[in-house]
């Protein structure tokens, strides 16, 4: 689903002149229906005759996975109060912890549940949440 989401974002952008992103996408739309195939054979060989290439789905290898492109550079940071959620911020994949406490605490909408009351105990999980017991 998410190379699904990620081909369609780069369609919005793409551009017929940028040669590397015409490969990006016709790589990502044969990986596509590769994916496809165990599923949907059929369907599978007729879009792989459409994109112009030759032979069965059946008779291709297989996508390789390569873990470094599957990291993500930013994680999503759940911001919370008293365990309850308040906001999330995206921080750069392994901000030191301080870092993270910081940018909960620069967020409008978790300030507005600090106000006043007393900072008891900040508990902060790395690429996780920043939780703020507050009383």
């Known amino acids: 689903m998410k190379l699904l989401n990620t081909a369609t974002d780069l369609q919005k952008?793409?551009?017929?002149?940028?040669?590397?992103?015409?490969?990006?996408?016709?790589?990502?739309?044969?990986?596509?229906v590769l994916l496809l195939a165990p599923a949907a054979p059929h369907c599978a060989d007729e879009l792989w005759a459409a994109l112009g290439k030759q032979g069965f789905t059946l008779n291709t290898t297989w996508p390789v996975y390569d873990p470094k492109l599957a990291i993500d550079a930013v994680d999503v940071i759940a911001c919370q109060v008293n365990g309850k959620l308040r906001d999330t911020v995206e921080m750069p994949t392994g901000s030191s912890n301080q870092a993270l406490e910081d940018a909960a605490k620069a967020s409008p909408k978790v300030q507005a549940h600090l106000e006043g009351k007393t900072l008891r105990k900040?508990?902060?999980?790395p690429g996780k949440l920043v939780n703020f017991v507050v009383a």
């Open 122 to 125: 900040t508990i902060v999980v």
């Open 13 to 32: 952008r793409f551009n017929a002149d940028d040669r590397a992103m015409v490969l990006c996408f016709s790589e990502t739309v044969e990986t596509l």
